[in-house]
């Protein structure tokens, strides 16, 4: 059984002190159920701050005491396909990682919409990303014309091959894959979990037909978002071929997000 996993996107929705504050208030929850004994399962729970967070979100996690607690970690909502160099206002992998972080949402589709990311250019951040040992959230999804018109296997068939393409996996780099259905994201309506279960064994079959059986069991996750929330995460989460979900909106109010990380199943 692969490791389950909850990550929270909080897109640009939180100023820099609610940011830092919901951290605070997700730790605090989170301590406080250790108290009570009720220690929540092992798996793993990444929060993505807005940038100008993440240096503050980071360090929460990572003093002393809190680092030993492992279960909590930061990423980013993206980065650029360079460590460094003169490329304005780009922000650098590297730095990310100097800071704490350890994932890296790359391809949402809020991007692919309104920024022009292409599959190549994600490609790109991917392969950086993990040769620096960070771990990417590759997120992949049709749209509504795209479902309508019968393409959502081939559209995430093509991001998938597109993202991965030429990228061998060490035994010590890891990815995540996240289908993201675009015309659920925001919506309050998740689709059915058979439906996104279907989606991740195609997702998983692209994945077994690209990398060694050991890799694919070992260093690949495959997660769901769109319209996640406390009443929906357990039926995703109990499908066989989905490890974890990625969370927006639902993730913004820390007693929400503490009641899905309590229904995770081990
Ligand atoms: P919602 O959970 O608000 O639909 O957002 C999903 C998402 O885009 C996470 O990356």
Redesign the pocket.
Known sequence: MKKRIIIA?WKMQLSFKEAKFLAKEILIKIKKKEKEKKKLKDFDIVLCPPFMSIAEVAKIFTTKENSKRNILSCGAQDCFWEEKGGFTGEISPLVLKELGCKYV?LG???RRQFLGETNEMIHKKVRTVVNLGLIPII?VGETREERDRGLKEHTILTQVSKALEGINLKIYQKIII?Y?PVW????GQAIDSQEAEYMAKIILQRTIDIYPLPIVHNNIRIVY????NSTTVRSFINQETIDGV?????SLKAEEFIKMCELMPL
Not at 225 to 228: A, E, P, Q, R, V
């Open positions: 996107n949402i949402h589709s809020e997120c996240a993201e659920v994201i925001g919506s978002g769109g319209s996640i990625l969370v927006g909106s639902a």
